[in-house]
């Protein structure tokens, strides 16, 4: 046999990564590249940053995008204990809704209305429950009645004919609505 030669030469790079290998460094970069390169930045818990138009938070280590209703999802989201108490939450209709009107379980409500009732100012209580639920449907005809004003009494018809339905007078509707529940907003129950 013949004195055998290695005829192959080893790239620069190549060697390199040998070396990083035999010293213990595998990860070592064995090249150096020119170019835009991100910046990294480390975040913690609780951090919220944008990145890319979009909000970005750590919870529980885990990178999440923020929501833009994320103020509404935690004020609807049952938590899993009672603020008040301290007590588990089960997710019952009840728990729910008593949730989403006082902010605590149904037997801390189931508590507080028994003391009111004791101290003799059930009648307020509930009189003043009823107002609030009142105003809130009246709110929700007023921003009704907005709309309806607001809209165009012109129609596209299938056939491409513009129809005019504009033959009543909104204005003097929709000050006599307003000043109606003006009045009911003021009504107590």
Known sequence: MKNST?????????????????TGNAGNRTQVQTGWEKKNLDHSEGDVWEENGKK??????????????????????????CPTCSQPMKASVANKKMYSIH???????????????LDGNWQDYKSNMMNLNKNSSLEDFEMALESWVKQSDTFVTENGEVEDWGQTDKSKIYKEIKSNLEKLKNTKI
């Open 103 to 117: 902010g605590k379980c149904v037997n801390c409500v189931a508590e507080m209305e028994t003391k009111i009732k």
């Open 56 to 81: 970005w938070t750590i919870k529980n280590g885990i990178k999440q995008s923020v929501s833009k209703l994320q103020d509404i999802k935690s004020i609807i989201a049952l938590p899993l204990s």
């Open 6 to 22: 290695l005829k192959k030469e080893f790239s620069q790079s190549t060697v390199q990564r040998m070396r990083n290998i035999i």
